[in-house]
């Protein structure tokens, strides 16, 4: 058995990034199970592809689905790959997948998702974020579309680590995703890594649905632009305000960055066109009110945070 065939790793929740990450961990020789709802039938049977502009197509005819987390194998990793909006319904079937110390990565936009799951988790879970920096989303069932990057960033949230066996947990997490292939790094703080990737999910995750554009659409009007500039500006001084500070010129990295992007629809949109929950919350409610606890307003965030509220009928004081 090599070493890889002796971890076991969870999907909670496949979807596009349960599914991409769950199927390139397994290439890789790890034994993946995934936790599936309404795919369940289509995976059983086809397994699961994806198909992708960078690796092209790459089929596990194979995968072990479940649909009852019950009946799963205990896990030593469990990535969770579902939305935001339906973790603390997820509690459960964390805990019956989980092995004993357990390690739980909430692979999900948004800031304190990981804060508003601990309280339900038993002390024993390890509880990690895991930033992806990848574009991919659900085709047919069974069927994910990858366009583009890949990377993990893993941090330690909570749990019974000491500092250094956090450190350590960290980066065999790291490990798990650099031995398939994929960049990953271990981040000292989850909270500033959360803020740092919202300075792009603000704005063109909101702005993808109320505009109805792609990342390139809104690129190459200079209005939208311009709103994407303030948004990411905005996100950066509530940061600040929040005692993380964000690397020098980070608008405008992360505009050229997203100029080099494919045509992209980011996952809120997906949400949209489906009729599924958006993930208001975590991507605009929360960071919204960390940055008031600390003095700063965001009158733009708080603008697109209404206008998606109303467009889903969704009332802000609900969240
Ligand atoms: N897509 C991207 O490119 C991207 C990039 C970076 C970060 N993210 C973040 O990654 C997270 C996941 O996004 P995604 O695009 O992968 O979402 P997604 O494609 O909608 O996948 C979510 C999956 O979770 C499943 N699920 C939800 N509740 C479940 C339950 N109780 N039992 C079993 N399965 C359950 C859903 O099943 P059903 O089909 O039954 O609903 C679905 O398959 C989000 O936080 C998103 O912001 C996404
Ligand atoms: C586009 C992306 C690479 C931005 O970080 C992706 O991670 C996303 O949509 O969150």
Redesign the pocket.
Known sequence: MTAQQAIKVGI?????????YGVMLAKAGYEVHY?????YPAVKQNGLMIQSDVYGEIHQAQANAW?D?SQMPKCDWLLV????T?NP??VP?IEAAAADNAKVVL????FGVEDELRPLLSDKLHLLGG????????GAPGIIYHQAYGGVNLGYHSGPATAEQALAITEEGASLFRNAGLDSKAMANIEQARWQKLVW?IPY?GLSVLLDATTGEMMNNPDARALIADLMQETIDAATACGHQLPDNFVQTMLKATDKMPDYH???Y??FTHQ?PL?LK??YAAPLAAAKEAGCSMPKVEMLLQSLAFKVNQPIAEL
């Open positions: 909670i929740g496949t979807g596009a990034i349960g599914g991409f936790l599936l709802r309404s795919e649909n987390a790959g579902a939305k935001t339906s319904s997820l079937l692979m999900q936009n948004g930033l992806c920096f990848i574009c991919v989303h659900r999910n995750n980011p996952s809120m997906h949400d599924r993930e975590g991507i």
